[in-house]
């Protein structure tokens, strides 16, 4: 994978969604280049887009989760019905 390790590579990566893939290209350019201020601009905003969609991922929205438990709620009650 080391020939296919490109800038532009990351780039088609960033433009299809591929956050991961297109962050673990642009650490190993940065690596090989530590000097590269463009390189480290580019890891550092990732990290930043990285960590807030993992956190949004992890935590839904408060009225997604009222709503899920509204619907657990319902679901016990009509069990209990005679």
Same mark, same amino acid.
């Given at each position: ?9 990351? &780039?088609?990566?960033? +433009? +299809? ?14 690596? %090989?280049?530590?000097?590269n201020? &463009?390189?480290?601009? %580019?890891?550092?905003?990732? &990290? ?5 969609? %993992?956190?949004?991922q ?8 009222? +709503?899920?438990?509204?619907?657990w ?5 009509? %069990?209990?019905?005679?």
């Open positions: 994978m080391d020939r296919l390790v490109t800038k532009t590579l990351a &780039e088609i990566y960033l +433009q +299809q969604g591929h956050l991961d893939e297109a962050y673990s290209i642009f650490k190993i350019l940065s690596e %090989r280049d530590p000097g201020v &463009e390189l480290k601009n %580019r890891l550092k905003e990732l &990290e930043e887009e990285l960590s807030l969609s %993992r956190s949004t992890l935590t839904p929205p408060a009225p997604k989760k009222i +709503q899920n438990l509204e619907k709620l319902d679901h016990i009650r009509e %069990r209990r019905k005679p």
